[in-house]
């Protein structure tokens, strides 16, 4: 068996190595011919599996993406050639969480506020969207939720777009999606930008086509600019450079980018595979995962919001991802580099908090 994978997906060699001949390469330069004998294709999300790409694949019988996302994906047409297909829904959702938390307590620090006593709206509550809510309410946050599909069956637990955008913190949690009521393709467009207050923030954490980035960039230029925190661009691996001097948090996708999350995502799909040929597995994320730098912390002063702070960045530093983003942003290629090249980062759950109660436990840390 021939197995093609994207060149960053970790632990494709202990997972699959035992079954196929393994050949890997980056991911936005995957070929038609380099798939004329491949019989697994496993891609992260800049690889568009479509026509073109499947045009010689005669022997393909199984894609995976190691991602929550599925918008580069031709499903339509894997299900239309019989070619099974898995992704990995909600393998990096904790990832997003941590991202999100880190990015709450800079924009705390940034505004001087404390997040008690400010209100967090929740666009997508899925699996990526669940976690921050959590967070945020472990936080003291008030937290609005709107999801028009969840708020079919409980319309009172959910409030509309035009309601979530009153709040002091707006975190984007959606698929990408271009037809239908509510897609999501610029649902952050120019007249939503257009009636908010300056003193709002707004979180991307999804896909960069949801925010309509040159309506975004006239906004802040003018006299009334937002708070932004950008994980996601419209035109990736493009940025739009003139937005990011206005941008008070900016990375190149990588806010799913854990460790733990990239394991789950491959384990994911060999948990897949195996089901497909009705093979045994014979490891666990957990078995591939090394000691994570500091195991434990023993707190001797209760959690307060820069307790929290200085905690999340002992697992995850967020201005960390920033810098590099700003030094290497108009070098060629800097934003594929800088995601390939992404330091080993850790879930908030790999630091084991003692004498630490429920909160912690809600924020992501063992206790
Ligand atoms: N920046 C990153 O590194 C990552 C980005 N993502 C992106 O985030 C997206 C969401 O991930 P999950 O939460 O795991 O997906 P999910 O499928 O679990 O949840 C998405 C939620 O959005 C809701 N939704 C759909 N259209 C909506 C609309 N117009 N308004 C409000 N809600 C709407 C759905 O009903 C669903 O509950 C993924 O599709 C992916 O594109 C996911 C992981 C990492
Ligand atoms: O899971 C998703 O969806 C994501 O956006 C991934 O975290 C992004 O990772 P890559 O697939 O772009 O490496």
Not at 142 to 148: N, R
Not at 272 to 287: D, G, R
Not at 326 to 353: N, V
Request: contains cysteine; aromatic residues 6%; hydrophobic residues 45%.
């Amino acid at each position: 068996m021939k197995l093609l994978a994207d060149e960053n997906m970790p632990y494709v060699q202990e997972l699959f190595g035992d079954w196929a001949e393994i050949v890997t390469c980056a991911g936005r330069d995957m070929t038609p011919d380099q798939l004329a004998d491949v019989d697994v294709l496993l891609v992260r999300s800049i690889t568009q599996v479509n026509e073109a790409l499947l045009a010689q694949a005669q022997r393909l019988s199984f894609v995976g993406t190691a991602t929550i996302g599925c918008d580069h994906i031709d499903t339509a047409l894997l299900a239309r050639r019989g070619i099974a297909f898995a992704s990995a829904p909600g393998c990096n959702k904790v990832a997003v969480g941590d991202y999100v938390l880190a990015a709450l307590l800079k924009v705390a620090e940034h505004k001087s506020w404390q997040l008690a006593d400010k209100t967090l709206a929740v666009v997508g509550v899925g699996n990526t969207g669940s976690q921050v809510a959590a967070r945020a309410r472990a936080l003291g946050m008030k937290v609005l939720l709107c999801d028009p599909f969840k708020a079919q069956g409980d319309p009172t637990a959910f409030v509309e777009l035009a309601h979530a955008l009153t709040a002091d913190i707006v975190s984007f949690h959606v698929p990408l999606t271009r037809e239908g009521q509510h897609a999501t393709w610029h649902l952050l467009n120019e007249s939503a930008i257009d009636g908010l207050s300056s003193e709002q923030v707004l979180i991307n954490a999804c896909r960069g086509d949801v925010w309509d980035n040159a309506a975004l960039l006239a906004r802040q230029l003018g006299s009334t600019p937002l708070t932004l925190v950008m994980d996601v661009w419209e035109h990736e691996p493009e940025v739009l450079a003139p937005l990011v001097p206005h941008v008070l948090l900016a990375s190149p996708h990588i806010a799913g980018y854990s460790l733990e999350g990239k394991a789950r995502g491959t384990f994911a799909l060999y948990r897949a595979l195996c089901e497909l040929k009705q093979v045994e597995m014979v490891l666990s994320p957990e078995q591939l995962l090394p000691a994570p730098p500091i195991g434990a912390v023993h707190l001797e002063s209760p959690l307060d919001q820069g307790l929290i702070a200085r905690l999340v960045k002992l697992v995850y530093d967020i201005e960390r991802d920033d810098r590099a983003f700003r030094l290497a942003l108009g070098q060629p290629g800097f934003f594929d580099r800088l995601r390939k090249h992404y330091p080993q980062r850790r879930e908030l759950g790999s630091l084991q908090l003692i004498n630490a109660g429920q909160t912690a436990s809600e924020l992501g840390f063992k206790v």
